[in-house]
């Protein structure tokens, strides 16, 4: 079972563990320790199978997730292969440049799509 992280309907379905990667990376690089967005990041109750993250909860419309190169560079190698691509993704969303709603197969394909790409050289 996936969870969905967006806006709405419009957002990207990610696993479980991806999920919790994402939380896990927010709460260490966007919070300090014990404020209510790392309190909701480490809480249990974001982290049962198939729980969607409303963005709202974390980045409320207009606040924009910026990931710096370092950042992206740094999680592509220390988090899941896919993690990466994963706050780009996320980081498009805030930016109202995401437009694909949870019902689109899209929204769930990215992994091969980006595979793909990186095997025509794309990427």
């Keep these: 079972m996936g969870a969905f992280i967006g806006y709405g309907e419009i957002g990207v379905w990610a696993n479980n563990g991806e999920r919790d990667t994402f939380l896990d990376w927010f709460a260490a690089h966007r919070c300090v320790e014990g404020d209510p967005r790392w309190e909701y990041c480490k809480s249990g109750a974001q982290r049962w199978s198939g729980r969607c993250i409303d963005l ?6 207009g606040e924009l997730l910026e990931v710096t190169d370092g ?3 740094k999680a592509a190698t220390e988090y899941l292969p896919d993690f990466a691509r994963l706050l780009g993704i996320i980081e498009s969303i805030t930016r109202g440049e995401w437009h694909l709603r949870s019902d689109m197969k899209a929204s769930n394909d990215w992994r091969r799509d980006y595979r793909n790409r990186v095997a025509r050289g794309e990427g």
């Design 56 to 61: 709202d909860d974390l980045i409320p419309k």
């Design 71 to 73: 950042e992206y560079e």
